[in-house]
């Protein structure tokens, strides 16, 4: 079946501007993870989507960042007021928690602020 | 929190030898040890995974061991080939949180 999906692939902003990266997990997972990967970096938790339950945001580095997912399935990062440091790889995976916890990662996002 | 360490950040082998990356972890709670392989491009892909109630791992070329009272996992590649160059993250996980490490960069020379 499909994997996770994401979109854009590149983005490049300008300083000061908002952006929305978008992430389609696998039909069916229930859990959906964001993560952020600057160059040469390992992967930086961000925000931690179960089911209807309350997100973990305790890995966003401030508050120009949120998410949602919307009816379970879809989920938008936002960046506000973008920040030269922003500049990184936003990774985005999914898991379906039953039996096993492995998460399928998307392509990833390259998001460039100028 | 947990904290995973991981080495080394760049290992070069010779195609046919073998490659071992190792990384420890802190939190004794962590129960479930994936490693991940990254293309260039590319999102990280599981390539084998290992749970605290198990001592060893393998899949066909690659193994992972853990020994959970050094709190320290490694992944072994053997017979190396050229399409394994890659960079490989080891992650720690309990209560469906993931910690990484910061990669490692194989590169397999022909």
């Known amino acids: 079946g499909a994997g996770v999906s994401q979109s854009p692939s590149n983005k490049v902003t300008e300083k000061g501007k908002d952006v929305e990266l978008r992430c389609d997990p696998i039909?069916?997972?229930?859990?959906l993870y964001w993560y952020r990967q600057s160059l040469g970096q390992g992967l930086e938790f961000l925000i931690y989507f179960q089911g209807n339950s309350a997100p973990d945001k305790s890995g966003l580095p401030s508050d120009r960042f949120s998410a949602e997912r919307t009816g379970g399935s879809v989920s938008t990062l936002t960046i506000q007021r973008t920040q030269q440091e922003d500049s990184a790889v936003y990774l985005c995976?999914?898991?379906?928690?039953?039996?096993?916890?492995?998460?399928?990662f998307g392509p990833g996002t390259r998001l460039t602020v100028t | 929190g947990e904290n995973v360490e991981q080495h080394p950040s760049t290992l070069s082998v010779q195609e046919g030898d073998s490659a071992v990356i190792k990384c420890t972890y802190s939190?004794?709670?962590?129960?479930?040890f994936p490693w991940y392989k990254q293309e260039l491009g590319k999102g990280p892909q599981l390539i084998i995974d290992?749970?605290?109630?198990?001592g060893e791992k393998k899949d066909q070329r690659i193994a992972v061991t853990l020994n959970k009272t050094a709190k320290h996992f490694s992944l072994h590649i053997t017979e190396t080939q050229p399409e394994d160059s890659a960079v490989y993250f080891c992650?720690?996980?309990?209560?469906?949180?993931?910690?990484f490490g910061s990669g490692t960069k194989l590169n397999v020379k022909p």
């Open positions: 992650a720690a996980s309990r209560v469906n949180k993931f910690y």
């Open positions: 939190d004794s709670a962590s129960n479930y």
């Open positions: 290992i749970r605290s109630n198990v």
């Open positions: 995976a999914s898991s379906s928690l039953q039996g096993t916890y492995e998460q399928y």
């Open positions: 039909s069916g997972h229930t859990a």
